[in-house]
């Protein structure tokens, strides 16, 4: 990640600080999400909130409507409401992601078995908290959007929306990858 790429994510998180949805941003929301999943969208920070939508804005600019993709962009984020991130946490792992990329990965998602018997329990060292949040988010975004009904393709778009993707010629035609190239690019972007 570049110099300009860092001040872009830091200046991000602090934007979505003080941002709120406006009424016309609920009123997109509300036509998107089933009842279960606006609860699920209410759970989130602002700033996620914030970021969801213009994920989704973006998705419809570049003209794509596909809803399990419009579902996914609102809530490809929701497993961080599981574990709220505090600004300090947020611009931690923006930096070190930056700068020691391996470091943050292997922070984050070794050993795999960071949850205690109750799912609401996180059980790492404070410092490593961001980090493990930042890489199980999506699957536990996944399971949360499971249960509202939501459909195999929006879980799987939201499940894997961190991963990096190798495409084969063969893959490029599949709904689900075209879909997930697009969320990555715009949620990147956003």
Known sequence: MNAARIIYRTRQVLLGLGTTLTPADWDMVENVLNASQIGLFKRMQKGEQTHSVRVLKALLKRGENHPDLMVAALLHDVGKSRFLLRLWERVYVVLVKAFIPLLAQRWGCEPPAVLTSS??????????????IACHHPIWGAEMVAKTGASPLTVA???????????S???????????????RAVDDES
Do not use: N, Y
């Not at 778009?157 to 495409?167: A, R």
């Not at 010629?169 to 969320?183: D, N």
């Open 169 to 183: 010629p063969k893959a490029i035609s599949s709904i689900e990858t075209r879909l997930m190239q697009s969320l």
């Open 157 to 167: 778009l939201i499940k894997k929306h961190q991963e990096v993707m190798t495409v």
């Open 119 to 132: 799912p609401d329990e996180l059980r790492v060292p404070g410092w490593r908290r961001p980090f493990v």
